[in-house]
Structures are given as structure tokens and as C-alpha cells.
């Protein structure tokens, strides 16, 4: 043989060789575009369910199987980003002609998606009130309604939707029901449980947890769904990286220890807060008191670590010094990460088309995995750098 031929064999799999795999406590990161298949017979063969790599090797299987342990589906779907699991979703069950209710606190690159792609596609797109009622909503939906998107917890704002009022008056009309669900993470709560037909969320998130991956994900109960989820993945042609997936897979183990303290220093925060006089109100669906606690109270078992609060009224100056004042907490649009954030959230209100006025300045505050006491001292000194400058 040549050397062209001889390279091209060199080394050879661990199937051709012999060898066996070592067993290890995660699946092992299979890198192939080619999958090899046995014999000229197997080329066609259904039976045969992997025949190209992009259909997901070793450690999308074993993600997609953990995601749906978690989730309660039947099957789960992987995308790139959270973004691309939410328009996956979406264009994997609408057509031209339907139309979709939007929540308005929907996070907002789906609302250019929405916008400037779904509309080009003949899908008819409008906006509701996160704090209408189940009732309201699917009751004045019209007959070419094909889907309610719902985000609750919504971005920014938290209002909190009764889902499982939405989901089961939608079912009565034939209503497909969507949730991004990155705040509950599939794991505070399980929409599919509350009879919700999709179940998005960015795991880039809180399911990987170290900020320095990408991956969305969409679960269904029902085989239908499931079909025109896994459908739509293999027309866009999408698919993650096994190193990506075997990451995600690390992050999901350990999920729910990371989540317990994102709850509990988050509400540690929020109640503090509640109590600062630069502080008019908080925004955290937990904090006895707040908006929509007794809906999360029904419905989470917990909560993790992303709330917002209102500043008593002044100047943007001063808001950016607060921020700018922040030692512990990185000024980033992120979250679900082990690191605190913090951004102002005026800016990005804006886009909405039902402004709500919530009294001055709106403050989104990620709560990572530092000591609660000493992020509490952080924001103390930056309130009175804010108190300072009004
Ligand atoms: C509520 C929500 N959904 C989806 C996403 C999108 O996730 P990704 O950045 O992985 O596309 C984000 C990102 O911030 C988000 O906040």
C-alpha cells in the first residue's frame, strides 16, 4: 500500500482493532461526520438508526436521554443555542397562515425572531399581556390561533402565568401550548407535567452552568411532537458538537445541588433588598409578597437565581455608577452560570409593546454561587454610591 492508503488506515477504530472501549462514568466523546456500518446490507437497513454522524453519536444519545428523564418526555431534541431550540420549535410545528400569541415579556431576540423571520414566513404574530388572564387569553384567541409561547417567569419582568390554565383551556381549543422554561431549567418545574406541549429551554444556562457553553433543548410528551421536533432538527440541518454534549451532560449532574443555592442565596438577596431604602420593589417570584408568589408557590419547587428589582427614581447616571460600583457582580447579559451578574434592564423595556411603567430604574440581578453575605455587602456600597448621586 501507498503512503495515502497507509495513512488513511493508521491507527485504525476500536472496533476494527479489537480492542474494547474503557468504561467510564461519562459516555464516551465519539467524533464522526462518517459512521461506518457493517456490511453493504446495513447501507439501507432501518434498522440501522445511526447512519451519519450528525444524527448524534455516544454522548447526544446519553444527553437526550438525561434531558428526558428530567424533563418526563418522551423525547428531547438538541439545538445549538437557546434561541435556535425556541425558533426550532416553533418552525417545526407552524405553517403558513396560523397564527401565534406571544407573551410581550418574551425574551427578546425571539421577538425578532417572531418578527423579522416567522411574519416572512406568512405566520401571523401578536403580543399578549403576561398578566392577562388563562381565561382572556385562549377565549379571544381567534380560530387561526395554532400556538400560545409563553415564558414564566418572563424576561426581565417575572411575571409568573398560571401555564397550567393556559395549557389545559388551550388543549379544549386545539391550541398547541410552548414554554421557555430556562428559568425552571426542567427541574423546579416540569412544564410537560402541567400539560404543556413543548418544553424549551437554553440549557446554555442553568444545565451547563459555567458559562462557556451553548445548547438549547425542546421536550414532548406526545410521539407526534416528538416526530415533528426530530423532523425539523434533521431539515435545518442542525447539530452540537459531542464535546458540547458530553459538557452538558457534566453540567446536568449537577444541577440540582447548584440550583439549591441559587435559591437560597437568591432569596437571601431579595429579601435583603426588599428592606434597602434605595429599593422600591423586587421583582422575585419566591419572596413571600411579590407578584405572582403564590402561582410559584402552586407551582416550583424552588427557584433559582435571576430576579430583578426597582431603584427609587434617578438619573441614568447614577444607575451606571450603582453598576459600575460593583465589585463581585460582572456586568454581562448572561445567567444560570456560577458567577453573579448584574445588567439595567430600561433599555431593553423598550422593545415591548405593552410598557409597563415600574416606577424608576429596573435592575436584573443574577445571584451565582459566591457567599450570599458578601454580595450583600457588594450591593450595599453601590446603593450608597447610587443614594450619592441623586
Ligand atoms: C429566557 C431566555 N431564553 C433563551 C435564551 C437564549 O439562550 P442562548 O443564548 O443559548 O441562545 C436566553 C438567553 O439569555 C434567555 O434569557
New binding site residues.
Partial sequence: MRDETRLIRAGGSPQKSGKQLAKTVGPPIQKGSTVLLPDAAALYDDAHQVTYGRQGLAAHDALREALAELEGAKGVTLYP??????AGALLAVLGAGDEILVTDAV?K??RRFCDQMLSRFGVKVSYYDPRITPEALVGEASDKVRLILM?SPG?LSFEMQDVAAVARLAKGRKILTAI?N??GAGLIYRPLAHGVDLSI?????YVGGHSDL???SAAASDPKLVRALTDGVIHMGWSVSPEDAYQMLRGLRTLPVRMARHHESGLAVARWLAEQPEVTQVLHPALPGAPDHALWKRDYSGACGLFAFVLTPGPNTAVDAFLDALALFGLG???GGFESLAINCDPQLKARKLARDYGGPLIRLHIGLEDAGDLIADLRQALDVYAAKL
Fill in positions: 443555542s437557546g434561541v435556535s431550540a425556541l425574551y431576540p425571539m415564558e424576561s421557555d430556562t428559568w429551554q437554553a440549557l446554555t444556562k451553548f445548547m438549547g447579559f448572561s445567567w
